[in-house]
């Protein structure tokens, strides 16, 4: 089983839509968790840290919960630029764990 | 956002050759940095985290002989891909992480063995 899952997608999204992410880790003693964004062929970039309490920045929420092992991102009113491969990450002690992403294609 | 910078960018070479990546923290000190490769469609898979100062932990199944990581400095670490083959040929990318646990990423190494 790997560490972190992800549904792989691809989501087809119209310009304006909502969608949503979601990805579980297995190591409970994971300490830290992040969405990345990876356009093609490029290296990935960090989006948003990933609190127990949820965290919102802009049209993007990020959802922990712990007893579930599950995290979730929301992205809302999507733009064409969104467009991308959005990456689950769980961190302990040294150890950063990726998912293996979830595709978006937003469409005019 | 902290910058970390990788090079080259891009290199063809041709099978039993060596090659060389530099990856470098430009505005912070990482004492640790990490190696991924990435094949098409796939995720990112670590194949090493470099300590600068000491050897690199190496993950299951990947050979340490062939991939070399040497950390020598706080802001430097180099990854060799010795007698490449093409099966060796993937996207390379290095990170390093800050004070604050999150890791930054290099632009990527797209190696191409011929």
């Known amino acids: 089983r790997k560490e972190v899952e992800q549904d792989p997608g691809p989501f087809n999204v119209p310009e304006g839509a909502t969608v949503a992410f979601n990805c579980t880790y297995s190591?409970?003693?994971?300490?830290?968790f992040f969405w990345y964004r990876q356009d093609c062929r490029k290296e990935p970039k960090l989006l948003m840290s990933v609190y127990s309490s949820g965290n919102e920045d802009g049209r993007f929420t990020a959802q922990l919960n712990r007893a579930s092992q599950y995290i979730s991102l929301l992205i809302r009113d999507s733009k064409l630029s969104d467009s991308a491969t959005y990456l689950c990450v769980a961190y302990n002690n040294n150890d950063m764990r990726f998912g293996a992403g979830t595709r978006l294609t937003v469409k005019p | 956002g902290a910058v970390v910078s990788q090079h080259p960018s891009w290199v063809i070479c041709k099978s039993g050759t060596s090659v060389k990546i530099e990856c470098r923290s430009l505005?912070?000190?990482?004492?640790?940095m990490f190696w991924y490769r990435q094949f098409p469609k796939q995720s990112l898979m670590l194949m090493a985290t470099?300590?600068?100062?000491?050897?690199?932990?190496?993950e299951q199944g990947v050979e340490k002989d062939k991939f070399l990581i040497n950390h020598a400095s706080l802001t430097l670490s180099t990854l060799t891909v010795t007698s490449a083959h093409p099966e060796d040929s993937s996207f390379y990318i290095c990170?390093?992480?800050?004070?604050?646990?999150?890791?930054?990423f290099g632009a990527g190494t797209r190696l191409s063995v011929l």
């Open positions: 505005d912070f000190q990482a004492t640790t």
């Open positions: 990170s390093a992480r800050d004070t604050g646990d999150i890791q930054y």
């Open positions: 190591n409970s003693a994971s300490q830290s």
């Open positions: 470099s300590n600068e100062g000491s050897k690199a932990t190496y």
